[in-house]
């Protein structure tokens, strides 16, 4: 049942930098545990501790690209751009396999901050150094957001093995 469970959680963490609820998957796993009253013990203040670091990485996930862009210069509205083109582009993809959310939420930051960029009367200049702060602010996003399923399964798997 261990290994099984080590099985989910790493799938669950190669979601994540493909845009996919990876984190979401395992607190859902760990919940199911519980509900199921598996020999697999988890109690629910591991499964709370982790739904709460899941929550914060996805807010972390929003506020860390709008914090790039103003960072490099952008407006309020290039931003929530940058916020909704991520959200669009990771949906929306582009038609590459397995990577295809990834490059699409990346193209989105940064189609969104620019196109409000430009909206707010920003130079060409101006715009793309906005949008290519939402880019990278994404990218550190993802990188956090792996960061904390990283500690979401090994506290899953710590709690099942105690």
Same mark, same amino acid.
Do not use: Q
């Given at each position: 049942?261990?290994?099984?469970?080590?099985?989910?959680?790493?799938?669950?963490?190669?979601?994540?930098?493909l845009g996919l609820p990876g984190i979401w998957l395992m607190v859902a796993t760990a919940t199911a545990l519980v509900l199921l009253g598996s020999a697999v013990k988890i109690g629910w203040f591991v499964v709370?501790?982790?739904?709460?670091?899941?929550?914060?990485?996805?807010?972390?996930? @929003?506020?860390? #690209?709008?914090?790039?862009?103003?960072?490099? *210069?952008? $407006?309020?509205? =290039? +931003?929530?751009? !940058?916020?909704? /083109?991520?959200?669009?582009?990771?949906?929306?993809?582009?038609?590459?396999?397995?990577?295809?959310?990834?490059?699409?939420?990346?193209?989105?930051? @940064?189609?969104? #901050?620019?196109?409000?960029?430009?909206?707010? *009367?920003? $130079?060409?200049? =101006? +715009?793309?150094? !906005?949008?290519? /702060?939402?880019?990278?602010?994404?990218?550190?996003?993802?990188?956090?957001?792996?960061?904390?399923?990283?500690?979401?399964?090994?506290?899953?798997?710590?709690?099942?093995?105690?």
């Amino acid at each position: 049942m261990i290994l099984l469970l080590a099985g989910v959680l790493l799938v669950s963490l190669l979601l994540i930098p493909l845009g996919l609820p990876g984190i979401w998957l395992m607190v859902a796993t760990a919940t199911a545990l519980v509900l199921l009253g598996s020999a697999v013990k988890i109690g629910w203040f591991v499964v709370l501790g982790c739904a709460a670091i899941a929550l914060v990485s996805e807010l972390l996930d @929003f506020v860390v #690209a709008a914090k790039y862009t103003k960072k490099y *210069g952008g $407006s309020n509205r =290039g +931003a929530w751009g !940058a916020v909704l /083109g991520g959200i669009v582009g990771a949906i929306v993809g582009v038609p590459v396999p397995i990577i295809g959310s990834v490059i699409g939420a990346l193209v989105g930051s @940064f189609a969104g #901050a620019l196109v409000a960029e430009y909206s707010v *009367g920003a $130079s060409h200049e =101006g +715009a793309t150094r !906005a949008a290519t /702060g939402a880019t990278i602010g994404r990218v550190i996003a993802t990188a956090f957001k792996v960061a904390a399923g990283c500690v979401i399964a090994a506290w899953i798997l710590a709690a099942a093995l105690i």
